[in-house]
């Protein structure tokens, strides 16, 4: 079974847009009947919806819902009571379920029934049951059977679905073992790979820093309440939403061209506590930016971890340790005399680490030496010809 997601801007017209944010308002508040309820102590999302159903009788305007939408909220605080559970488990400290505010609130589901995707006048639309036909703009087509529907509000008032789909023409792909490369990830480089590419990390909050400065600077000045703070809070999520969309952006198109070049992709195991040692500032940025690379690399290709153990000081032609602090940023073994970026020997050894996994042995080209070798390597023997002159 194949499940794929797909999201895609809708176009609601005001009538509808106030149809959506009614929905929303309606799930909110069937949301903190629950969470009142799971106060008092757990509750399955069988008490959930019996509770639904009398409430409905209670608040006939309920009726005015699609009820399917509003029994999938149980689904949301079953969730979210588990995962305190097993936060509880773990002997972390756990809170309770918190009740949603206005602004928190900003996703209803349509599960299994209540939707339709159709065409009406040239147009695309999404049909949601109690709400109507909703321009859509489909980027492409979704293939398989649609299962559910996730509508979302984004800070700044953008509409989206997200669509869920199924496809039963499951086809295992074999494993193709000819177009393989390793990366090794940082901060200057958002990726170096075995092949010797290297991709130069946009670091696109650093550049909005500024402009968010600004916006904050105002939202702090204006009066709270007042119609010219709101507008400045939401020139501010205008611009998160920003960084967020470029951020995404690069890492799609990245991982595309990877996914396109190589069968197999080998990254290194991406520890949370030795990133937090290693790059302390830069951490957020490394954060949030790889390992949604990676799940893209993931279902776009056939990704593989392997240990990060060793891989910066590891020789990746002969094995040899060759120590170096986090200053250091060639790589230079003696045995050899290779000498590379220390990134670029990293990648070298993800790959060599990630083909051992499969029982493979070293492709012939990592043994050749590569134009970046030559020339350091010729630097190096001038240098060492003039030591001995
Ligand atoms: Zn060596």
Redesign the pocket.
């Known amino acids: 079974m194949l499940v794929r997601n797909y999201k895609f801007r809708l176009y609601p017209n005001s009538d509808q847009e106030k149809k959506l944010q009614n929905n929303l308002n309606a799930c909110r508040w069937v949301y903190n009947r629950f969470v009142e309820m799971a106060e008092r102590g757990f509750v399955t999302r069988n008490d959930m919806n019996y509770f639904l159903t009398e409430l409905k009788q209670q608040e006939p305007w309920l009726y005015n819902y699609h009820s399917k939408m509003l029994q999938m909220i149980s689904t949301q605080i079953d969730g979210a009571q588990k995962a305190l559970m097993r936060l509880h488990e773990n002997g972390h400290k756990a809170g309770k379920i918190r009740f949603a505010r206005y602004d928190e609130y900003r996703t209803f589901t349509y599960n299994q029934s209540g939707y339709k995707l159709e065409q009406s006048g040239g147009k695309d639309v999404l049909h949601l049951s109690k709400i109507g036909f909703v321009e859509i703009r489909k980027h492409r087509e979704p293939i398989g059977e649609i299962k559910q529907i996730i509508v979302t509000r984004s800070k700044s008032g953008k509409w989206h679905a997200c669509i869920t789909c199924e496809n039963t023409i499951c086809h295992i792909p074999k494993i193709n073992f000819s177009k393989v490369v390793g990366i090794d990830v940082g901060i200057t480089n958002f990726t170096y790979d075995s092949d010797g590419h290297q991709t130069p990390n946009p670091l696109n909050l650093k550049k909005m820093l500024k402009p968010l400065a600004r916006v904050q600077r105002k939202v702090a000045r204006r009066q709270i309440g007042s119609q010219n703070r709101k507008k400045a809070v939401r020139w501010y999520q205008i611009i998160h939403e920003r960084i967020k969309n470029r951020r995404k952006d690069f890492q799609h198109q990245l991982s595309t061209i990877y996914a396109k070049n190589n069968n197999v992709v080998f990254v290194e195991k991406l520890e949370k506590g030795n990133m937090v040692k290693n790059h302390k500032l830069a951490r957020n940025i490394m954060d949030s930016g790889w390992s949604a690379f990676c799940d893209m690399l993931n279902y776009k290709c056939m990704l593989v971890e392997v240990s990060a153990k060793n891989t910066t000081i590891d ?1 990746s ?2 094995g ?1 340790v060759v120590p170096k602090s986090l200053a250091v940023r060639i790589h230079s ?1 003696d ?2 005399g ?1 000498v590379l970026d220390r990134d670029y020997n990293a990648s070298r050894n993800i790959l060599q680490k990630g083909l051992r996994i499969f029982g493979i042995s070293l492709p012939q080209e990592l043994r050749k030496v590569t134009p970046v070798e030559i020339e350091n390597q010729s630097m190096k023997q001038e240098e060492a010809t003039g030591l001995v002159q």
């Open positions: 020789c032609r002969c040899n073994c045995k050899y290779l």
